[in-house]
């Protein structure tokens, strides 16, 4: 159970930087909770946020590692605490940041997993086109290829952020930060037949600025798209896990395949760090030398 005052002290803590970070509610929530365990971790130690010291987070890391979590998980959750006692610090409630002297733990650059260009269209071609969810899911499904796409901004497109005469979408992403991203001729014909013969059956003669509709007329919930790519994904006999996010790193990284420069692709993402991107990078080196082993005289 977590301490009253430590609960005050995180409400603040996250109300500060909602307001000078602009942060979304799943970020918040994130934050929140990596506190919350923190906190209730401290109790059972019988000491508060406010009094921790640095030997209190280094217990509380090494039992986290203990319990399962990776390295990078525990990365995470130093850097959250990290945020914590620099505001702490900042507003006077602390005299010293107990985090400045703990390393963070070593990581490992893990790829992101992809999946390639075939198993893509193996997805793409199975959702029913003679249904309004079926032509729906089809054309989020283009959109969300085409556009490398946040799963978060898909669901929440209005249909005035789309311009069909220069196909383009306007998508506000993280920090509210808004950006203009192509959508190729393929997805545009795809969402053109979507508003013109699926999303009047869903709208049912209601009204809502939502683009995509739930059959109810409502704004998707990021889980049902989901399990209606998971279900697509199983169909279509992709073995390994696919999410949309799995989708967002196939975009990235097939544009790298083709060509793209790497400052293009992030302005695409949505990406305020070069060095976010830059992982893609390694992902379409990894299959340069696949092609170059299999197709070099001297590979």
């Known amino acids: 159970m977590i301490i009253k005052k430590d609960k005050i002290t995180i409400d603040n803590y ?14 918040l929530y994130s934050y929140g909770r990596d506190l919350k365990i923190f906190s209730d971790w401290l109790e059972k130690q019988k000491v508060s946020l406010l009094d921790a010291s640095r030997r209190n987070i280094q217990m509380f890391l090494s039992h986290r590692f203990e319990q399962g979590l990776s390295a990078r998980t525990t990365a ?8 914590f006692y620099c505001y702490c610090l900042r507003e006077k409630k602390i005299i010293a940041d107990p985090t400045v002297l703990i390393d963070n733990p070593k990581l490992g650059s893990p790829l992101p997993k992809t999946l390639s260009e075939s198993d893509v269209d193996a997805i793409l071609a199975i959702p029913n086109l003679q249904d309004a969810l079926g032509l729906r899911d089809k ?13 978060s901004e898909l669901v929440s497109l209005k249909v ?32 053109q037949q ?3 013969d699926s999303r009047p059956i869903l709208l049912n003669e209601l009204q809502s600025e939502v683009l995509f509709l ?28 696919v999410s949309p996010h799995t989708l967002r790193h196939a975009f990235a990284t097939h544009l790298l395949n083709h060509g793209a420069d790497l400052r293009v692709v992030q302005l695409l993402l949505g990406h ?12 379409a080196n990894s299959r340069m030398k696949d092609l170059h082993s299999e197709h070099h005289p001297r590979g």
Request: charged share 25%; net charge positive.
């Open 139 to 151: 054309a989020m499904l283009e959109v969300l290829y085409a556009s490398g796409l946040r799963i």
């Open 272 to 283: 305020s760090d070069l060095s976010t991107t830059q992982i893609y990078t390694h992902v």
């Open 14 to 27: 996250l109300d500060a930087i909602w307001m000078e970070r602009g942060l979304s509610k799943n970020s």
């Open 160 to 191: 005035h952020e789309v311009n069909l005469r220069q196909g383009i979408i306007r998508v506000l992403g993280k920090g509210n930060k808004e950006r203009l991203v192509p959508l190729g001729e393929e997805a545009m014909n795809w969402l």
């Open 76 to 83: 995470r959750q130093l850097s959250c605490l990290r945020g």
């Open 214 to 241: 739930s059959k109810r007329a409502k704004k998707m919930t990021r889980q049902t798209f989901w399990h209606r790519l998971k279900r697509y994904a199983l169909d279509a006999k992709v073995s390994q896990p």
């Open 194 to 196: 979507y508003l013109k």
